[in-house]
């Protein structure tokens, strides 16, 4: 449209073998962004041409070195409330609207805006999003949330189609910083003699090296009163020992809280022979983490409670 301003409407429609009802919801989910990006709408003529704004032309046209190191930056209202989480779960980084902003590519306003939505999804965690002059924006709650909040989050990331360059920058990783976490999930996955599923090759790796960077920084869940005997038997548990080898001092809770990572995510194909047991044994794995998070919670409120 902005390259040839005699294009219509048919012509876009053949061009990408779309119907006018598809072309005309593309167009209205443009005009969505560049409203939230204080740009004028794009306007349709009775004739079917389209108008574009000289302000919306000459963003456009911006260096090739720009565009070229952004290309992923269109992401909606809804993916960028999920990123602004991400970038909430960097370590030694006091974050302010700039690094939103900059990171996200969009103007400060509509980061606030974003910011509305982000709050929104914390309701189903007991977690707040706080801002202070001196701390700048982060998340307030006890560690087990949050660490429910950062898996749930990797997850969900991943489902709304968001680059992995994307995930790494928002995290302010680098491939290099995951290289060691990798070579220890392909030693794990050697020792339980099976492959992770799903998603999880892909999640997984944040997942653990979130975690132990929250461990080395002292952010540890609470201790607490359970059983540990059901998991410290499995095969899961011993190949903590692989992954925080290199760690000193980790506390015995954290390595259940891993174990629980390693279940949820790894089936022992040796075990089940018929791939239509997989859904029971998903679900059975789901069931107990449930059950470890209600008695997590329990004992954590009668702890503070006889404080």
């Given at each position: 449209m902005v390259n040839n301003p005699n294009v219509k409407g048919k012509e876009l429609e053949q061009k990408f073998n779309i119907s006018r009802r598809q072309l005309g919801y593309r167009i209205q989910k443009i005009n969505d962004w560049l409203i939230e990006q204080d740009y004028p709408e794009i306007e349709r003529t009775s004739q079917g041409f389209f108008i574009v704004d000289?302000?919306?032309?000459?963003?456009?046209?911006?260096?090739?070195?720009?565009?070229?190191?952004?290309?992923?930056?269109?992401?909606?209202?809804?993916?960028?409330?999920?990123?602004?989480?991400?970038?909430?779960?960097?370590?030694?980084?006091?974050?302010?609207?700039?690094?939103?902003?900059?990171?996200?590519?969009?103007?400060?306003?509509?980061?606030?805006?974003?910011?509305?939505?982000?709050?929104?999804?914390?309701t189903s965690y007991n977690i707040e999003l706080k801002y202070t002059r001196q701390d700048g924006y982060y998340l307030k709650g006890q560690e087990f949330e949050l660490r429910n909040l950062l898996t749930a989050l990797i997850d969900k990331v991943f489902q709304l189609n968001i680059s992995k360059e994307m995930i790494l920058k928002c995290l302010n990783l680098s491939e290099n910083d995951l290289v060691t976490i990798d070579e220890q999930i392909s030693k794990i996955e050697q020792y339980l003699e099976n492959k992770f599923i799903d998603q999880s090759t892909a999640t997984l790796r944040y997942k653990l090296f979130l975690i132990i960077n929250r461990i080395q920084h002292n952010k540890?869940?609470?201790?607490?009163?359970?059983?540990?005997?059901?998991?410290?038997?499995?095969?899961?548990?011993?190949?903590?020992?692989?992954?925080?080898?290199?760690?000193?001092?980790?506390?015995?809770?954290?390595?259940l809280f891993i174990t629980l990572q390693l279940l949820s995510t790894s089936v022992q194909w040796s075990d089940v022979n018929d791939a239509g047991y997989l859904p029971d044994l998903k679900n059975a794995l789901q069931e107990m983490i449930a059950q470890f998070e209600k008695t997590y919670i329990y004992h954590f409120r009668r702890q503070t409670r006889s404080h």
């Open positions: 000289e302000k919306v032309k000459h963003w456009i046209n911006v260096p090739a070195t720009i565009k070229s190191t952004n290309e992923d930056h269109f992401y909606t209202s809804e993916q960028r409330a999920y990123l602004i989480l991400l970038i909430l779960f960097r370590e030694d980084e006091l974050l302010s609207l700039n690094h939103f902003s900059i990171d996200l590519q969009v103007s400060k306003n509509t980061v606030l805006n974003d910011l509305k939505r982000t709050k929104q999804l914390l540890v869940v609470h201790p607490f009163s359970i059983e540990y005997e059901a998991l410290s038997d499995t095969e899961e548990y011993q190949a903590t020992e692989i992954l925080i080898s290199e760690q000193h001092d980790i506390p015995r809770q954290e390595k």
